[in-house]
Nanobody, 120 residues
């Protein structure tokens, strides 16, 4: 079955950096045909889109709150998508989820999430 496994979360001080990874397996179609994205959900808040990347990585988009600080990338040979997070702020604290979708009319797949805590 489809599995998205996130890693790289943890506790970091404000201003610090983390790199999240998400490795996919079990897709019916090749990984490169899936658009990938990162979402996050803070306590008491709705899940929100953080960053997304197209199949070949030619186009990305970001939430306004993370523009200039976060970078999404993918390595299709490794079935992996990354989220480089720099200049982290306490308001970035959340559970971060990896997501995959092949087309808007198909199922969206989710990972189990990884906790990111930004605190001094």
């Amino acid at each position: 079955q489809v599995q998205l496994v996130e890693s790289g979360g943890g506790l970091v001080q404000p201003g610090g950096s983390l790199r999240l990874s998400c490795t996919a397996s079990g897709f019916t179609f090749t990984f490169s045909t899936y658009a990938m994205s990162w979402y996050r959900q803070a306590p008491g808040k709705e899940r929100e889109l953080v960053a997304a990347i197209t199949t070949a990585g030619g186009s990305t988009n970001y939430a306004d709150s993370v523009k200039g600080r976060f970078t999404i990338s993918r390595d299709n040979a490794k079935n992996t998508v990354y989220l480089q997070m720099n200049s982290l702020k306490p308001e970035d604290t959340a559970v971060y989820y990896c997501s995959a979708q092949r087309a808007v009319w198909t199922s969206r797949y989710w990972g189990q999430g990884t906790q990111v805590t930004v605190s001094s």
